[in-house]
């Protein structure tokens, strides 16, 4: 199973970014893709989630109506539209996947497989 980002980059603060997971080894749609985000110096915090079989996702209160978790109708790439960038959304964002989605997919230890991670600078 693999998970490739891409997406990152640099914006002012009020901008916009999507960030994209794309995966690949997934034989079904039973599990779940979760954004994180780790400043420096700061432990990995998650940002969003979406069990790939269902429709709506889930959002910390910190992004809640500035970010926006979707797939494609493949089903095999999830994005993070990230909307009104604030510089307090600075870190690296890493996908994680999740192949038994439960109550623990707003902490790191939900998740059996990580990507490699993808750099978002907002500035003042």
């Known amino acids: 199973l693999q998970l490739v980002e891409s997406g990152g980059g640099s914006v002012q603060a009020g901008g916009s970014l999507r960030l994209s997971c794309a995966t690949s080894g997934f034989t079904s749609d039973d599990y779940a893709i979760g954004w994180f985000r780790q400043a420096p110096g700061k432990e990995r915090k998650w940002v969003s989630c979406l069990v790939i079989s269902g429709t709506s996702g889930s959002y910390a209160d910190s992004v809640k109506g500035r970010f926006t978790i979707s797939s494609n109708s493949a089903k095999n790439t999830v994005f993070l539209q990230m909307n009104n960038l604030k510089p307090e959304d600075t870190g690296v964002y890493y996908c994680?996947?999740?192949?038994?989605?439960?109550?623990?997919?707003?902490?790191?230890?939900?998740?059996?497989?990580w990507g490699q991670g993808t750099q978002v600078t907002v500035s003042a």
């Open positions: 994680a996947a999740s192949t038994t989605p439960g109550p623990f997919l707003v902490v790191p230890d939900g998740y059996d497989y």
